[in-house]
């Protein structure tokens, strides 16, 4: 009995430690990638940065603001996009995770983000009487010790009715994996139906089993 509770104790000591280690590196591991992303966006028009970082035991948040310096990407997008864009990221440190699912590895990452958020008041009322619940988009992604990342990108379901036209997404569904040093990955993205239809009448045009694959090299 007492070898097991030894081993119980000893088995959390580590953990806690391990965990400890992890929450300690975490913001200068986001502030590396942010570091290498700029390098290697530099001539795309894409520039990151923290602003914000708070950090517990078990967890930390960090607040990511993405700016838009091509002028013309800018001029196409700034009357419906919010600039600069903020992303709100919520981080589990390792090496075990609790939530979603028992796992294992460095860190996880969670979001949650609404459409409309991301949008300017104009656009987002316009965009809201559309499609009248708002547009979730999930992410969860999955950080190795070998500074390894898969992830997975979801959104709900799309319905709308505009001008005696409906249209439906069925939920968007994107896979992949990349190296968070080399950036070279893979994903794939998958939606299952796309539907254009007119109202009170056949005409219409339905797309399935949509596939789209992406390699990073």
Do not use: C, R
């Not at 913001?27 to 992303?37: A, G, L, P």
């Amino acid at each position: 009995m007492k070898k097991i509770v030894s081993s119980i104790i000893a088995a959390a000591a580590i953990w806690a430690g391990t965990t400890a280690f992890v929450g300690s590196q975490m913001k200068s591991s986001i502030q590396t990638q942010i570091d290498n992303s700029n390098k290697l966006y530099a001539n795309s028009g894409i520039n990151y940065k923290i602003n914000n970082y708070e950090k517990s035991f078990l967890e930390s948040t960090a607040e990511i603001e993405v700016n838009i310096t091509d002028p013309v990407v800018l001029e196409l997008i700034q009357e419906t996009i919010k600039l600069p864009i903020v992303i709100n990221y919520n981080i589990e440190h390792g090496p075990l995770f609790f939530k979603n699912g028992l796992g294992f590895g460095a860190a996880k990452t969670h979001q949650n983000i609404p459409i409309s958020s991301l949008l300017t008041p104009e656009a987002k009322e316009e965009f809201l009487a559309l499609v009248k619940d708002d547009i979730m988009i999930k992410s969860n992604m999955d950080i190795s010790f070998t500074k390894n990342a898969s992830y997975t990108l979801s959104t709900d379901e799309v319905q709308i009715t505009d001008d005696g036209k409906n249209i439906y997404m069925a939920p968007l569904l994107m896979k992949g994996n990349h190296n968070l040093e080399t950036y070279q990955g893979e994903a794939k993205l998958n939606i299952a139906s796309l539907k254009f239809q007119e109202e009170n009448s056949q005409n219409g045009l339905t797309l399935k089993d949509l596939a789209i694959d992406i390699k990073i090299d």
